[in-house]
């Protein structure tokens, strides 16, 4: 089992830039693939990037490919979400999930975050 916290949320203007943070708990995060999705008011959860055990292989959601780079640190246990360039519709709160299979689905994540607010001014 894993415990997810995350952090780095905020107000920020269009075409500013953001960083988020998710610290897990547990001896076995490197076993883990890690993902963020993001849930605007009205809509679905959705995906927004997942990356690798071992961080070999990274994938995004077209509506923010080149604009955001997700990373992580198995030695801290921590996974970023560096969001440069934002716009508007990135307005979500931003929630990073564990599972041990590269998931899209967010009905299927096994583990989940409390999120984190991101809000962009236009």
């Known amino acids: 089992q894993v415990q997810l916290v995350e952090s780095g949320g905020g107000l920020v203007q269009a075409g500013g830039s953001l960083r988020l943070s998710c610290a897990a708990s547990?001896?076995?995060?490197?076993?883990?693939?890690m993902h963020w999705f993001r849930q605007a008011p009205g809509k679905e959860r959705e995906f927004v990037a997942v990356?690798?055990?071992?961080?070999?292989?990274?994938s995004y959601a077209d509506s923010v490919k080149g604009r955001f780079t997700i990373s992580r640190d198995n030695a801290k246990n921590v996974v970023y979400l560096q969001m440069n360039s934002l716009k508007p519709e990135d307005t979500a709160v931003y929630y990073c999930?564990?599972?041990?299979?590269?998931?899209?689905?967010?009905?299927?994540?096994?583990?989940w975050g409390q999120g984190t607010q991101v809000t962009v001014s236009s």
């Open positions: 999930a564990a599972d041990l299979r590269m998931i899209v689905d967010a009905s299927k994540v096994d583990y």
């Open positions: 990356i690798s055990r071992i961080a070999s292989i990274t």
């Open positions: 547990g001896r076995t995060f490197s076993s883990y693939y």
